[in-house]
């Protein structure tokens, strides 16, 4: 909300929005991180299975601590088998569905997604350059290969032309090369 509030150039307001993220973040980081996991988990109640793309955004958004970061980036690399398909990453770890949702192995519960495919690669190339340029390319050949579709399991696609799926990447991957001039600098 802050990034908008500044961009329609309403500054005070801004301000008060930040400050009010500022302010949740070690909430969010007391209430919802899994030790054990490694991973922030979706929820505390119901669902509150362990979550690879919000544990990936808290990397992105910096609310994640470092060491935090650190272990999910550990994370990624170690179980990256069972969280990537041809670049698109799995809402969940391997193995793991949602509580309550649409049948297993389908949509959000087992499909492979590329919208959060930048604030993965973002949050991997901490320990693994390597492995998060070759997940940008993965993605981009599967595209290339298969369209771009809202998700993919296996052959099984759907929304062809899926516009957030293209897009949302670029962020995260954009993050991820900035990170890497500013360090070698």
Wanted: charged residues 25%; glycine residues 8%; proline residues 4%.
């Amino acid at each position: 909300m802050s990034d908008l509030l500044s961009a329609a150039n309403r500054p005070e307001e801004a301000g008060r929005w930040r400050q009010e993220a500022e302010r949740l973040i070690p909430s969010i980081r007391e209430t919802f991180w899994d030790e054990k996991v490694g991973l922030f988990r979706a929820a505390t109640i119901r669902c509150k299975e362990p979550d690879i793309w919000g544990s990936a955004f808290a990397v992105y958004l910096d609310v994640a601590t470092p060491e935090q970061a650190r272990t999910i980036a550990r994370y990624f690399k170690d179980h990256y088998r069972e969280i990537v398909q041809c670049g698109q990453i799995r809402h969940l770890p391997g193995g793991v569905y949602w509580e309550e949702a649409c049948p297993r192995n389908s949509y959000q519960n087992g499909g492979y997604w590329a919208t959060a495919t930048g604030w993965f690669v973002y949050t991997l190339d901490r320990v693994d350059s390597r492995l998060a340029d070759q997940t940008v390319v993965d993605l981009v050949q599967d595209f290339r290969r298969c369209g771009i579709h809202e998700w993919v399991l296996d052959s099984q696609t759907t929304l062809k032309n899926y516009l957030a799926s293209g897009a949302m990447p670029l962020a995260g991957i954009r993050k991820m090369l900035e990170g890497r001039n500013s360090r070698t600098r």
